[in-house]
Nanobody
Framework: VQLQASGGGLVQAGGSLRLSCAAS????????TGWFRQAPGKEREFVAA????????YYANSVKGRFTISRDNAKNTVYLQMNSLKSEDTAVYYC???????????????????WGQGTLVTVSS
């Protein structure tokens, strides 16, 4: 499956953005899909994921209550709605997908097989 992330940009603190991750080649419903981010000089970190089996969602503590991950199987697209953005949310955001992700490793980048190219989110304070 090929992933294409989009929707990044420059936004003021407190603002909102919606990222999209479009899949081609296979139905997204076959995959657990996640969003990760990487700030300059930092490691890639988990942001959110939606499990393929039952669409249960999971979030990093730092974004819980502000970000929402959702999936539209008809459009083969996963979204990340980001509200109340903070300067520390500035990063390149990546979508990722994998078939056999177990709960205990869902937050690890190494658990995901397919990656999009990344989209830059810059939050100005």
């Amino acid at each position: 499956v090929q992933l294409q992330a989009s929707g990044g940009g420059l936004v003021q603190a407190g603002g909102s953005l919606r990222l999209s991750c479009a899949a081609s080649g296979r139905s997204f419903s076959r995959y657990t899909t996640g969003w990760f981010r990487q700030a300059p000089g930092k490691e890639r970190e988990f942001v959110a994921a939606v499990r393929r089996s039952d669409s249960t969602t999971y979030y990093a503590n730092s974004v819980k209550g502000r970000f929402t991950i959702s999936r539209d199987n008809a459009k083969n697209t996963v979204y990340l709605q980001m509200n109340s953005l903070k300067s520390e949310d500035t990063a390149v955001y990546y979508c990722a997908a994998a078939v056999g992700v177990i709960l205990s490793t869902m937050r690890l980048p190494s658990s995901y097989t397919y990656w999009g190219q990344g989209t830059l989110v810059t939050v100005s304070s």
